[in-house]
């Protein structure tokens, strides 16, 4: 598990990467371009040529175009904050335990 999220909106249809709204956002990996996605330069994550077909599905219909939308989330990975362990004591048993599990890179 790397993050819960409470769900407050779904966007479809690519909305999110079509409405200049959502244009600033550090997970806008994709914008739409002259009638195609495209990867953003700017992008900080998914560099892999396979990735855009893998997020959104495969074009024309791009069947997994769908985004989840959260104001209240929190993000397990490895350079969260530790302010979640206080307070949810299932979720820090739960994300330890997966940790531990975790391959290690050689």
Same mark, same amino acid.
């Given at each position: 598990? $790397?993050?819960?999220?409470? $769900?407050? *909106?779904?966007?479809? =249809? =690519? %909305? /999110?990467?079509?409405? =200049?709204?959502?244009?600033?956002?550090?997970?806008?990996?994709?914008? #739409?371009?002259?009638g195609?996605?495209?990867?953003?330069? %700017?992008a900080?994550?998914h560099?892999?040529?396979?990735?855009?077909?893998?997020d959104l599905?495969? =074009?024309?219909? #791009?069947r997994?175009? /769908?985004?989840?939308? *959260?104001?209240? #989330?929190?993000?397990?990975?490895?350079? *969260?904050?530790?302010?979640y362990?206080?307070?949810?004591?299932?979720?820090?048993?739960?994300? %330890?335990?997966?940790?531990?599990?975790?391959?290690?890179?050689s």
């Amino acid at each position: 598990m $790397v993050y819960a999220a409470l $769900v407050t *909106s779904k966007l479809a =249809g =690519g %909305e /999110y990467y079509k409405e =200049g709204r959502y244009a600033g956002r550090e997970d806008r990996i994709y914008q #739409f371009n002259d009638g195609r996605y495209i990867r953003r330069k %700017e992008a900080q994550h998914h560099f892999i040529a396979g990735d855009l077909v893998h997020d959104l599905g495969p =074009g024309p219909n #791009f069947r997994r175009i /769908y985004v989840l939308l *959260s104001r209240d #989330f929190r993000y397990f990975g490895k350079e *969260s904050s530790c302010e979640y362990k206080a307070k949810f004591d299932r979720v820090r048993h739960a994300i %330890e335990q997966a940790w531990a599990w975790a391959p290690r890179p050689s």
